[in-house]
């Protein structure tokens, strides 16, 4: 196609190396597009002009419809576990993997569309988005990125111009987005029934080791670099977990589909930050067992990495009970290193010195924890607050208990470890994308009103810096907002 930068170059390596898993397609054109947010600086780390990605044809290329020649858009095969019970073919429905990228760093980034029209994978669906999930994506994705947590990052939301029928009657966008890669657990799982149908592990193999050298590649010159891949997938999802439960992050829906190989957070559909303390958290609509509760999330982590280990087996060892015993022994490092994570995290958000023993900070977190969840606190001011006590001023900190006394002890306690507040003001965001101003967010763009968006967005991007003006986007919702829900219909 004629008109586009020739500098913008679109590799189609997946494609071309893992071919039974890509499906050509293109994307469907947009009556009438309207840029809604474009990430400069991430366009910049892509080397993407961000003016020439404001023209017509760099929307374009946002919505797939104007490409670089050689590009070659593919829809992407992957089977996986949804709330437990196995699909063996979901595939990008309504997305497509538009090529890969070398960013100024070097590496290669994949760019993708959510909401291009529908593919042979579409099942019932529409193919389509809508305004309002594809901006809580990029939203709550570069907040991640923003506080430091691994996560696919987004780059533009365009309207379509399309109405899409949801509920009620949407306005269509698409939303362009960046990843390591779009591999997930569901693409291995896909490979491997692929395997057990043709009698032949090619596929799978050419898939792990198209992972290990795109994420992994220490793991070519192990002694087994399958065991290797898996071992390097489990400890980079032990760290994300941890990372989530350290922010109260909660991914909703913890699919095999949804949990990729890079490590990175993927696919934020009823995703949401927890405010008051409590394990049991849920907020997606359609999560009525909690299966997906925050708490739960390092368990289902866990058992995901388990359907991950199944699809290696035939390539880390032909004995299948020896494939199994090294699965096995590799999946117990899982919760050895959420453990170690998650503690080093909290002590950071403690501000603990290294002097404390491991026994004295682990004791100090299980109580505050008790402590937090019998008094409803809201688990990001409080840390915040928090660091406002080891500076001397433990009034904020104070009030958000109804009942302070049992507090008042624990707060002696961890005074006399001599914690540092700068630590923790360093770990322990300010701005984060609360649900009621998400919601006021999203409202409003959709109905054509962008301010509230580009606020909250400059906010949540510096997460840790507390500034003049923006005390409202510290607060937890009003007992008004009532209680929260999410949804999956996107
Ligand atoms: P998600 O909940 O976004 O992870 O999607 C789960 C599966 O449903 C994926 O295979 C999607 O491609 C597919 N899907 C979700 N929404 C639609 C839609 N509107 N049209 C077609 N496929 C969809
Ligand atoms: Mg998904």
Redesign the pocket.
């Known amino acids: 196609m004629t008109g586009v930068k020739p500098a913008v170059v679109l590799d189609n390596r997946f494609a071309r190396e893992l071919p039974e898993l890509a499906v050509e397609w293109q994307a469907e054109a947009a009556p009438s597009p309207r840029l809604l947010v474009l990430n400069d600086a991430l366009a910049l780390e892509l080397d993407l002009d961000p003016a020439w990605l404001r023209s017509p044809d760099g929307v374009g290329l946002l919505l797939g419809t104007v490409l670089p020649d050689g590009a070659k858009p593919v829809a992407q095969a992957y089977a996986g576990h949804?709330f437990g019970g196995y699909v063996p073919r979901?595939?990008?429905?309504?997305?497509l993997l538009l090529g890969e990228l070398v960013d100024t760093g070097g590496q290669l980034r994949d760019l993708h569309l959510k909401g291009s029209g529908?593919t042979p994978?579409?099942?019932g669906?529409?193919?389509?988005?809508v305004v309002g999930p594809m901006l809580r994506e990029y939203i709550v994705s570069e907040a991640m990125h923003a506080m430091g947590i691994p996560t696919t990052r987004s780059l533009a939301v365009t309207a379509t111009g399309r109405g899409v029928l949801r509920e009620t009657p949407q306005p269509g966008a698409v939303l362009a987005r960046v990843a390591a890669s779009h591999l997930r657990v569901g693409s291995f799982q896909y490979a491997a029934a692929y395997g057990r149908a043709t009698g032949t592990t090619d596929l799978l193999r050419r898939l792990a080791d198209h992972a290990i050298a795109r994420h992994h590649p220490g793991a070519a010159t192990a002694d087994n670099p399958y065991l290797a891949l898996f071992e390097a997938v489990v400890t980079g999802q032990a760290e994300l977990l941890a990372r989530w439960m350290l922010v109260g992050f909660i991914h909703g829906?913890m699919?095999t589909?949804?949990m990729t190989i890079s490590g990175e957070t993927i696919?934020y559909?009823p995703c949401a930050f927890m405010e008051a303390y409590d394990p049991a958290t849920v907020f997606s609509s359609i999560d009525h067992g909690g299966r997906y509760a925050y708490g739960n999330q390092p368990a289902v982590a866990e058992w995901n990495l388990a359907r991950f280990a199944e699809t290696l087996l035939p390539l880390i060892d032909e004995d299948s009970e020896r494939a199994v015993a090294s699965a096995t022994d590799a999946l117990a490092g899982f919760r050895t290193r959420f453990q170690e994570a998650w503690l080093a995290g909290m002590r950071a958000k403690l501000g603990l010195p290294e002097d404390v023993s491991h026994e004295q900070a682990s004791g100090l977190v299980e109580e505050l924890l008790k402590l937090l969840l019998a008094g409803r606190v809201d688990y990001t001011s409080f840390f915040r607050d928090l660091a406002q006590a080891a500076r001397g001023d433990a009034g904020p900190v104070r009030n958000l208990f109804a009942e302070p006394e049992a507090f008042e002890d624990w707060l002696t306690r961890w005074r006399a470890f001599g914690p540092a507040p700068d630590t923790m003001d360093r770990v322990n965001p300010v701005y984060i994308p609360r649900n009621h101003l998400v919601e006021e967010a999203l409202a409003a763009a959709t109905g054509g009103e962008l301010e509230p968006l580009d606020d909250l967005l400059e906010a949540v991007s510096a997460p840790y810096d507390v500034r003049p003006g923006l005390q409202r986007y510290a607060q937890p919702a009003p007992p008004d907002f009532g209680a929260y829900r999410t949804f999956?219909g996107?």
């Open positions: 949804q979901l595939g990008d429905g309504r997305a529908r994978f579409a099942r669906g529409d193919g389509l988005a829906v699919n589909d949804n696919d559909g999956c996107t």
